[in-house]
Every structure is written in structure tokens, then in C-alpha cells.
């Protein structure tokens, strides 16, 4: 698989996709918060995924795939366990407030 068919398949899945252009720092990312992430960085050539962990919600890797070793059914299935548990999450009240009281807050541009 390509960065680009990667990036493409990320957005397919109509969440919120970051991507960057730029020479030598292509990169598309997929936060599933607060559950897992997904970023590729073409000139890498991998898919790095993690979780998000603790209290602050930090970032942590816990895989790494070069591209040309991924399936669109791979990520498919893998992106689509993320929403699961994203779903599952936003089902319990207790995990959504315990996630909220976290999230530090910041100004609008307006006020």
C-alpha cells in the first residue's frame, strides 16, 4: 500500500484526518480519542499506531508497520476496533467525564 492510498483510506472513514504537505514531511494521522491513533509519515514508510495513555491522554506507540506490508482490510479492521471502542467509551458516562476532567481547555479566538 502507498502513503496515498493509505491516506485516502483514512479519510474514507469519515472521521477527522490530519494531513501535512510539505517536502518530506507528508503525513496523514487519525486520533480515534481516546482510544488509538494512526499516523504515517511517507517518507518513513510506515504506520505507526498507538494508544492513548494515563490521565494526560499521552501518546504511545505500540505498533509500527512498513506501508508496503498493509492491506486495506488491515487497517479497515484495525480502525474499525478503534471506533468500536471509541463507541463503547462514549456509551459509559462515567469513562466520558472521567476523560473530560482532563481535557485542559483553551481560549477561543474570540475571547
Request: glycine share 8%; proline share 4%; charged share 25%.
Amino acid at each position: 500500500m502507498t502513503w496515498e492510498e493509505l491516506a485516502e483510506l483514512l479519510i474514507s472513514f469519515g472521521e477527522r484526518v490530519h494531513v501535512v504537505r510539505g517536502d518530506g514531511l507528508d503525513t496523514v494521522s487519525l486520533p480515534v480519542v481516546p482510544v488509538a491513533w494512526f499516523i504515517a509519515m511517507k517518507s518513513s514508510g510506515q504506520l505507526n499506531m498507538g494508544i492513548f495513555e494515563g490521565e494526560d491522554n499521552r501518546l504511545v506507540g505500540t505498533r509500527s508497520i512498513p506501508l508496503a506490508e498493509l492491506t486495506a482490510d488491515f487497517v479497515r479492521e484495525e480502525v474499525g476496533k478503534a471506533l468500536a471502542e471509541q463507541l463503547a467509551s462514549m456509551l459509559d458516562p462515567q469513562a466520558v467525564a472521567d476523560f473530560l476532567k482532563h481535557v485542559k481547555r483553551g481560549k477561543r479566538w474570540d475571547e
